[in-house]
């Protein structure tokens, strides 16, 4: 049973135009989340991570919104750009703990 | 500097034959992490060591799986007897012990086929 979950395998959106990638967790016990994402032929890596104290998170253009009642986050990127075409996954975990649980993840096409 | 090492980047083996997967973690971090990725399920953590110890490998699929972490440079993974099912990408990832969650380094993967 999945406990990080990501219901869209793809996004496809307008370069310039907003991507919102979303994610669902069943573990209410989790309070810490993160995203990563990944490159073809690259490892994951680290994006933003937002602690369950916050309702939101924000760097450059990306941010993190966390609904803690939904059990429910997403990742907001403004404006889009083609360099962001990559795969992204949500994980989530216990705060000091390095068990990460991630999502399936969601692949995000930035069209030109 | 150099990031997470992994060999071999592709694997292609035949069902029943063992498969062996290397890491170089980052020099100076202590942890270390294997992961798998398929469509299905995304990013798996299947085991995790500190200081070369195994700590939780409660992500282990079954017991064909094994992992060794001999010296604090090198990690392998072994399958054995591999399967078609155990085609995915498999990661390695280190970090300091206590560290932030986000300082998990990953290398490029390896991805396997078993046919």
């Known amino acids: 049973d999945q406990q990080v979950k990501q219901n869209s395998p793809s996004l496809s959106v307008q370069e310039g135009r907003i991507s919102i990638l979303n994610c669902d967790y069943t573990n209410s016990m989790f309070d810490y989340f993160l995203w990563y994402k990944k490159y073809p032929a690259e490892g994951p890596t680290f994006l933003i991570s937002i602690s369950s104290i916050k309702d939101k998170n924000e760097d450059g253009r990306f941010t993190v919104f966390l609904n803690k009642s939904a059990k429910h986050l997403s990742l907001h990127i403004v404006p889009s750009q083609p360099g962001d075409s990559a795969v992204y996954f949500c994980a989530a975990t216990l705060q000091g703990a390095q068990k990460l649980v991630f999502g399936q993840g969601t692949r995000l096409t930035i069209n030109p | 500097d150099a990031g997470v090492i992994q060999s071999p980047r592709h694997e292609v083996t035949e069902m029943g034959q063992e498969v062996t997967l290397r890491c170089k973690p980052i020099s100076g971090h202590n942890s270390l992490f294997w992961y798998r990725q398929t469509m299905m399920r995304g990013l798996e953590l299947l085991i995790y060591?500190?200081?070369?110890?195994?700590?939780?490998d409660s992500g282990m699929p079954e017991d064909r799986f094994s992992a060794k972490m001999p010296n604090a440079s090198f990690s392998t993974l072994k399958i054995q007897p591999s399967e078609p099912r155990d085609s995915a990408v498999y990661f390695c990832?280190?970090?300091?012990?206590?560290?932030?969650?986000?300082?998990?380094?990953f290398g490029p993967g390896t991805r396997l086929l078993v046919l």
């Open positions: 990832a280190s970090s300091f012990p206590q560290a932030l969650q986000e300082t998990q380094y």
């Open positions: 060591f500190n200081n070369n110890v195994p700590i939780d």
